[in-house]
T-cell receptor, first 112, second 114 residues
Framework: GDSVTQMEGPVTLSEEAFLTINCTYT??????LFWYVQYPGEGLQLLLKATKADDKGSNKGFEATYRKETTSFHLEKGSVQVSDSAVYFC???????????FGAGTRLAVHP | DSGVTQTPKHLITATGQRVTLRCSPRSGDLSVYWYQQSLDQGLQFLIQ???????AKGNILERFSAQQFPDLHSELNLSSLELGDSALYFCASSVVGGAGAEAFFGQGTRLTVV
């Protein structure tokens, strides 16, 4: 079945460092791909998405490019802030009707 | 605020009991999803309803059931509770149709089974 694999955390960075969180997927066809973020004590929020190959999703300085050749959707940010500390989930849309399959989540901690 | 409301926020109950979690979707969203987030299983899709009908089923135990009512709110019923059912249960809603529709998540109900 469809699945998502993302790098294990926690990822600990200093403020203004470069961030990469790896995400690869296994799916039938070409599903839409998402990054969701979960701040402490809150639900998930959509960070960015891409619906077809070579699309780049971007939001709040974060970017991810849909690479079908490598079945990847890595999340990047050029300069992280303390406020980016959260858990990041990579997800794909599976089986129609917008059902989501999530990766295990990667906790990011950014220190001043 | 995502517009998705879940009640209660916290629930503590004993093993063997039954609980009901409630979700009100965003105004206009016809589709409701339930997810379970636990430390060992991560975020798992349980079930989806669209305009009152079940549309997709994931790793939902037979002890669990859900429904979506005519006013589009949804309830997740968990029965014969076990310690391992302790988790954060999220409801999400979306406008179904077209690839990449955003799912809006509620803040979750934290269930603790003791």
């Amino acid at each position: 079945g469809d699945s998502v694999t993302q790098m294990e955390g926690p990822v600990t960075l200093s403020e203004e460092a470069f961030l990469t969180i790896n995400c690869t997927y296994t799916a039938t066809g070409y599903p839409s791909l998402f990054w969701y973020v979960q701040y402490p004590g809150e639900g998930l929020q959509l960070l960015l998405k891409a619906t077809k190959a070579d699309d780049k999703g971007s939001n709040k300085g974060f970017e991810a490019t849909y690479r079908k050749e490598t079945t990847s959707f890595h999340l990047e940010k050029g300069s992280v802030q303390v406020s980016d500390s959260a858990v990041y989930f990579c997800a794909l849309e599976s089986g129609g009707y917008n059902k989501l399959i999530f990766g295990a989540g990667t906790r990011l901690a950014v220190h001043p | 605020d995502s517009g998705v409301t879940q009640t209660p926020k916290h629930l503590i109950t004993a093993t063997g009991q039954r609980v009901t979690l409630r979700c009100s979707p965003r105004s206009g969203d016809l589709s409701v999803y339930w997810y379970q987030q636990s430390l060992d299983q991560g975020l798992q899709f349980l079930i989806q309803y669209y305009n009152g009908e079940e549309r997709a089923k994931g790793n939902i135990l037979e002890r669990f059931s859900a429904q979506q009512f005519p006013d589009l709110h949804s309830e997740l019923n968990l029965s014969s509770l076990e310690l391992g059912d302790s988790a954060l249960y999220f409801c999400a809603s979306s406008v179904v149709g077209g690839a990449g529709a955003e799912a809006f998540f509620g803040q979750g109900t934290r269930l603790t089974v003791v």
